[in-house]
């Protein structure tokens, strides 16, 4: 008895080395094939073929395995194969670190750079709303020797009856405050045929949460040349929001800054939910930088300092806040932005610890 168990155990050890032989051949196959289609221009997978040979296998089919044991045997072996036909740059994504290893940094002619190991701030009113009004928080700005300001002149309400922003008036007021102060202007855009005029303007064109999805404006944005800040959607997984800045990259705009900008949860403390695990989840699996923007994400000015703090210590490159010379008539997000003397101390606690990460002693 023993003996016969032997002997079963050594051909089953024969066939599986049968099959690895079979495995080995069907992939070297497999990849020769890749590389035609390829040169055809012809995708790598073709689900009518792929259904065709899984039906005459079935057919072929005289157990002991039922059909749908051998349906799922083949459909792995049909996936690894298409898989190896996959080249390289077709397996990973664009903004993944394992296509690119090194960090992207994005770099501005005003001087200033996103993503180069250095911690940075965007800072600035919700809306634009007046020159002065956005020259108030400018010349705060410059007057620190900081290089960013955001303000939005699109601005995407959930309700029509709200305040939706200047438009291109707007951006030219922003554009005015960037030749005074020689600051960089982040702004949002929310129409694909919008990016052209605003080219003029804007450095960097925020696409906003609520539009993380659409698809159409991502695309667009990849076919521009300037940089790409991209926020997170209000319940996108961290999956989703890596593949909504590939779609810029695979349109060929590398230069993309993601934000973490919290998430809808059923905790209401605060105006959402600061998923601070993004940043070195994200971090990790792209080469991208990743600010986080700590007014939208709580909602509170009350939490911002330690949420900025935490924030910088998980890794991220920046952080984003709001500021308005006077929140309380503020025309989109009063309650959330913080005044200039809020600004000035919450600026006094958290830039002696960016010196400190930025020199390298944290
Ligand atoms: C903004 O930053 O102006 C904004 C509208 O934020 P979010 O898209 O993250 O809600
Ligand atoms: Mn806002």
Redo the contacts with the bound molecule.
């Keep these: 008895m023993a003996d016969e168990l032997q002997q079963f155990r050594e051909e089953i050890f024969d066939i599986n080395e049968q099959l690895l032989d079979l495995l080995t051949q069907r992939g070297k196959v497999a990849k020769k094939i890749g590389d035609v289609k390829r040169k055809q221009g012809i995708t790598v997978y073709d689900p009518k073929r792929e259904k065709e040979m899984l039906n005459a296998l079935i057919d072929k089919n005289e157990g002991p395995f039922s059909d749908s044991v051998i349906k799922q045997l083949f459909k792995e072996i049909f996936k690894a194969s298409t898989d190896l036909q996959k080249a390289d740059n077709e397996k990973h994504l664009y903004v993944s670190r394992k296509l690119k290893p090194e960090d992207t940094v994005v770099h501005f002619e005003n001087g200033g750079a996103i993503g180069d190991g250095n911690k940075s701030f965007v800072f600035g009113p919700?809306?634009v709303e007046s020159q002065e009004q956005v020259d108030a928080v400018a010349e705060d700005l410059a007057s620190k020797g900081e290089k960013f300001i955001?303000g939005?002149a699109f601005?995407?309400r959930t309700s029509p009856y709200d305040f939706q922003g200047l438009g291109e008036e707007g951006l030219k007021i922003l554009k005015n405050t960037k030749d005074k102060y020689n600051l960089n202007i982040v702004s949002?855009i929310v129409n694909p045929a919008d990016f052209e005029m605003a080219d003029q303007y804007v450095d960097v064109f925020?696409i906003?949460?609520?539009?993380m999805h659409n698809f159409e404006l991502l695309k667009e944005a990849g076919r521009t040349n300037k940089p790409i800040l991209l926020?997170?959607g209000?319940s996108a997984t961290i999956e989703e929001f890596i593949k909504a800045a590939e779609y810029i990259a695979s349109e060929g705009n590398q230069n993309i800054i993601l934000?973490e900008?919290?998430i809808r949860t059923y905790e209401n403390a605060t105006r959402n939910t600061l998923d601070i695990s993004s940043v070195p989840i994200l971090k990790q699996g792209t080469h991208l930088p990743v600010m986080v923007?700590v007014?939208?994400s709580t909602g509170r000015k009350d939490i911002m300092l330690p949420t900025a703090k935490a924030a910088l210590a998980v890794g991220a490159d920046g952080v984003?806040a709001?500021v308005h010379p006077d929140p309380s008539v503020a025309l989109?997000?009063s309650g959330q932005q913080m005044d200039l003397n809020e600004f000035n101390h919450f600026y006094d606690e958290l830039k002696p610890l960016i010196d400190k990460y930025n020199n390298g002693e944290l």
């Design positions: 919700c809306s955001r939005g601005k995407p949002e925020q906003g949460a609520r539009n926020k997170r209000l934000c900008r919290g923007d007014t939208h984003m709001e989109s997000d």
